[in-house]
Nanobody, 117 residues
């Protein structure tokens, strides 16, 4: 049974930090690139960050470059998103996604991040 479970969301003040975690099971984690997406109310889901199977390649949306860091631990089947200097426009539901080049993909249920004073 495949599971992708995000955690670590919450309410944070502007300028603050959060670390999102993505716990996975039921598939060969190291065979999948991992991505974090977010969806704000009334907006389309957008890709925030991605990391290759063994962590050698990372990519970020321009809006988060220099402030967010994606990482993974293949031994623990975990992915992470460290978010620093958070801005109100980062408020969204954040989703973890496991993706293969074939197009096969697993999604988590999302975790809410709210940036507000």
């Amino acid at each position: 049974q495949v599971q992708v479970v995000e955690s670590g969301g919450g309410l944070v003040q502007p300028g603050g930090s959060l670390r999102l975690s993505c716990a996975t099971s039921g598939f060969t984690f190291s065979s999948y690139a991992m991505r974090w997406y977010r969806q704000a109310p009334g907006k389309e889901r957008e890709l925030v960050a991605g990391i290759a199977n063994y962590g050698g390649s990372k990519a970020y949306a321009d809006s988060v470059k220099g402030r967010f860091t994606i990482s993974r631990d293949n031994a623990k089947n975990m992915a992470y998103l460290q978010m620093n200097d958070l801005k109100p426009e980062a408020t969204a539901v954040y989703y973890c996604n496991a993706h293969r080049d074939s197009g096969h993909s697993y999604w988590g249920q999302g975790t809410q991040v709210t940036v507000s004073a």
